[in-house]
């Protein structure tokens, strides 16, 4: 009785305490209850150098100065102009006045962001290998109403500002902005350095605003690799200016090509935020749209059965013994890499779902034997990573050129799996570096039906209820059970560099991008960021805790602009002021 | 060889004939290959008279020609204005000049539309029961460039002019719409005279422009009734004068309210368009939102564990025995009914899930026993029905009513069913009408994942992967495959009166609305304007055919503003010029 009365008090003089929401969740922080207030003269210095910032600010070039004061901008403009939050969705109705301060007592003010950057910037920290750049950083707020952010480098002060900016809330009345959790000092560092999204502009093309846009919200989610699967089987978006004709051919439209310029404009933007945007040109299968200006390159474009050829239509893949394919992709590379490394430490390879019949239909070839094919494709694979290297690049694969094709690898090459964890055991243990997109887990286009169609009789039988292969529909909470290192030896588990979302969009365009990226991609980036074990309870982190933050968070991205879905119902994150346990299911 | 060169033949001299794309199908209707222009000034005549119509124009009271003087300034608004359809995106890379005519050639103007309306509306026009207005009309447009348009009322004069605004394409240069189906004639009229979406604006609120562009999408649609579940326990969403209090504290927020203006904007927007707006309050159960201003009606709201007292959290259920909530429902109905009688001849008085357990807790009763809540529910709902039939309305009800509680109702009462074909197959049989929503094909919200909460531990493992209860998603190619009268003898089918996609609102909310009904609701709506089979075969329809129409709609909605889901790859949609089998998978 007497336990009961305790938790009753403790409730009651918990139940309007925020919750610190900070998503992805800080490696370490402590906080009081303290009301501080933003205004927009807070006095912000850059190693001691005081540091203008104005609403819109851009970088005019990536130095690091440049870099912090345009993030030193958005954070500020992020708080006090665009996000706007009013907390009132998260606290039982009408609890909105017990939950904000009293802005008619008297105000305690933030005066000063004190920015310190430890170490200089090297070149690699614009454009880092998985490791090379440290992101970690530590904020402190003292109730004197002074910010302190310390970082080893600028992607380190850019992470801690994105932390920074999800502390405040605006007060009702539209004219206060304050954050009620100091003091406050949170430590804070990444588990996995590749954190990232696949994005596929080849099924569907995306504008480039669309682009920017994701790789805002990647920046808040402290993600740092937009890796875009520009080019398959379907269109060819990339101009390559040595070759105009493939894109003039190959892409859907002419208004949906990436120039040279808006590859540039993509490539920067991710630099200024953190976010390393590397492309994808898969080869040598999912590649037929270089069969509307190269016919000659390519076998079985568009075959028919599809399925004996490849996993979907169109089929295409390049010949695999072929001097022409040589020629071709000495003149891409020669072309593309000098175009992506300024930005990007990697270029992706691809090398999935080759499938031996194509070259059946190869003349040089005729054969879909496995002893034929190694040699060849062996040899396509050294001539192809070769080329990245001597850009300048590391390339990466899909799991299949190492696994299923036996084909031999650098040691530098980074490895993408897709088909889950026993493909990451045998790459880690054979020493491969990987990044796991688990389809199981981490295919957010899977659960949306088949795209395919299927006549009256055998077909519609055989095919209904008309499912997709890899569904159902892979929630958060679901993605959020998914650790990349399970089952793996400490070794092994110190190979793996981190993972990716990946959104194919066989139904998937800029109608529908937004929701379906958001918020799941979030509850991937506190696997790959905070790791699924919470270091305070050494146990697996729970949906329980995570759920109010998820929805603070996801209402942060929407008052962001970003059209997250919901994650559950409104009831549920107001009738117990959103701690995750109104709507449990205990059993 | 003979019949395969024939057949290239063919499919040289057809492969830019464009397709007649009206969705849903028309009854019947002969095209030819004329182009005639449409231009801003076409003459308009309604039963002979000069009708002028200006983009924007609003009804200014529900007569008959207001309403289609409106409907004639909103299609030519699409076509010219909103839409402005250059279908590139279904044709193969390249083809838009093969296929768009020759502007510098001399061109054929439409002239006239002459819109005939041979009977006078009877007041039922503007808010029928199901039958209760002829929705057909007859469509022609000759080479000499006259329109006629007949019907026998201006609800089947709205419907032909949407099927009008799909006949036309924009030309590339922007300066010219033209149809290429002249000369045209069509016929049309619909199978089932109910066709309808749900939305629950309970768990979820929709703001009042959410509401009325989904009223535009469903016109366009030829769908006919939008079901509000405007409360359930989660929130009480609708202002009561006669109760402020209801909406006052069962509103999520004060912002969170439909206003009596609100309603009556909604339900107005809906006549003009032939889109019937009706109310559910569901009770006894689904009720629970009452307790915050009520707490003395209600049992078990919020009780726990949810599951021993409801579907989902939080319970909440009238008490069955009680003056107190036949004074309330009388004050309720005293004050709701009047205000929707004038648009709607429904209210949904819902119905399902009542859990027996709820009355344990009901101090008046005290048990979970049939054969006592049988009696007192037959009561509460000849009560509650006799309340709406007062108002001048017929009760809807939700099947458990009849079915699994054995409630004797009234033959006007309509039973819709969600639990599936044996439902419709025992209600039939028992003479009662129906609307068909069988989750299996029609809960648009299925398949997305659980929304609940799961502790680590046996919570998390026995719900792990997390799926909901009715998942996976239903793709439009099953609810396209879905016919509510499969299995029933002829009389029995002559009782379904139609059906409703359902968007039940966990995990949906505006972010993500549209993309969730639509195309997947246009699936349905052709099964229930031109049934699952297709009169010219006697088979049923085929997605091969049906899918290059859907694409073409879907793109015709994203132009005028909806964020409708992408069905499948552009490519698929352009490599046969959008004839369905290029992505067809062949067993």
Redesign the interface.
């Known amino acids: 009785m007497f336990a009961r009365l305790v938790s009753c008090a403790v409730l009651l003089s918990t139940v309007l305490q925020p919750v610190l929401a900070v998503w992805p969740a800080p490696k370490s922080y402590t906080k009081g209850n303290s009301v501080l207030y933003l205004h927009q003269n807070l006095q912000v210095t850059y190693n001691g150098e005081a540091l203008t910032y104005t609403y819109g600010y851009s970088p005019r070039a990536p130095t690091s100065k440049e870099i912090v004061q345009a993030a030193v901008s958005r954070a500020l403009g992020t708080i006090l102009n665009e996000e706007k939050f009013v907390p ?2 998260l606290l039982n ?1 009408g609890q909105l006045k017990n939950f904000e301060p009293d802005v008619h007592k008297g105000q305690k003010w933030l005066s000063s962001l004190k920015i310190v950057q430890t170490a200089e910037d090297k070149p690699s920290a614009f454009k880092p290998l998985a490791g090379e750049v440290d992101e970690s950083y530590k904020l402190t707020i003292g109730t004197d109403g002074d910010i302190k952010l310390t970082a080893a480098s600028s992607v380190g002060i850019l992470r801690g500002l994105e932390t920074f900016t999800q502390l405040f809330f605006m007060h009702s009345s539209g004219t206060f902005w304050y954050t009620p959790f100091a003091p406050l000092s949170i430590e804070d560092a990444p588990k996995f350095p590749h954190r990232g999204v696949l994005l596929d502009t080849s ?3 995306f504008p480039v605003s669309d682009i920017k846009r994701t790789i805002d919200a990647m920046a808040w989610n402290k993600l740092n690799r937009l890796h875009i699967h520009v080019t398959d ?3 060819w978006p990339l101009e390559i200016p040595a070759m105009p004709e493939l894109a003039q ?1 190959g ?3 002419p208004s949906q090509i990436y120039t040279t310029a808006d590859l540039d404009e993509i490539q920067r933007y991710g630099v200024y935020r953190g976010v390393e945007v590397y492309l994808e040109i898969d080869m040598p299968s999912h590649i037929g749209s270089v069969a ?1 200006s190269h016919p000659e390159l390519i076998v079985a474009y ?1 075959a ?4 004996w050829y490849c996993a ?3 089929c295409g893949a390049f010949k695999l013994n072929n001097t022409g394919v040589d020629k071709f992709l000495d003149t891409l590379f020669a072309d593309l890499m000098p175009r992506v490394a300024p930005y990007s430490a990697y270029f992706h390879t691809g090398g999935d779902e080759l499938n031996a019949n194509d070259s059946m239909l190869d003349e040089g070839i005729r054969s879909n034997r496995s002893e034929v094919l190694q040699p060849l494709l062996q040899k396509f694979v050294d001539k192809l990573h070769q080329r990245v290297r001597n850009g300048g690049l590391t390339p990466l694969t899909w799991e299949e050129i190492p696994l299923d094709w036996n084909v031999t690898i650098g040691k530098d090459t980074v490895v993408q799996t897709w088909l889950g964890a026993p493909s990451v055991k045998k790459l880690t243990r054979m020493g491969h570096k990987v990044i796991d997109s688990n389809y199981n887990f981490w295919y957010l286009d899977c ?10 009789g ?3 039988r ?6 997709d292969w890899c ?8 993605i959020y ?1 998914h650790d990349p290192t399970a089952g793996l030896t400490e070794a092994e588990a110190a190979l793996v560099l981190g993972g990716e979302v990946a959104v194919w ?5 800029p ?2 991008l ?2 379906i990226i958001w918020p799941r991609a979030s509850a991937a980036v506190e696997v790959l960021w905070s790791g699924r074990t919470d270091p305070a309870t050494g ?2 982190r ?3 805790e995570a ?1 109010p933050r998820l929805v603070e968070w996801r209402e942060r991205m ?1 008052n962001r602009g970003i ?10 994150s ?2 117990d002021d959103n701690k ?8």
């Open positions: 009132w969705m109705r099924r569907h093309w089987s379907q269109s051919k892409a859907y439209t509307e568009d028919h059965p599809y399925h979907q239509p169109p659960g949306r039906g088949q795209w395919l169609n299927f006549a009256n055998a077909a519609f055989t095919f209904y209820p008309f499912n569904g159902p529909t892979k929630s958060w909470r679901l059970s969009t066989e139904t998937i365009d109608q529908t937004d929701s146990q697996n729970s949906m329980i759920q929407v059209r997250a879905a919901a994650i559950t119902q409104q009831w549920c107001m009738a995750g346990t109104a709507c449990e299911h205990v059993v």
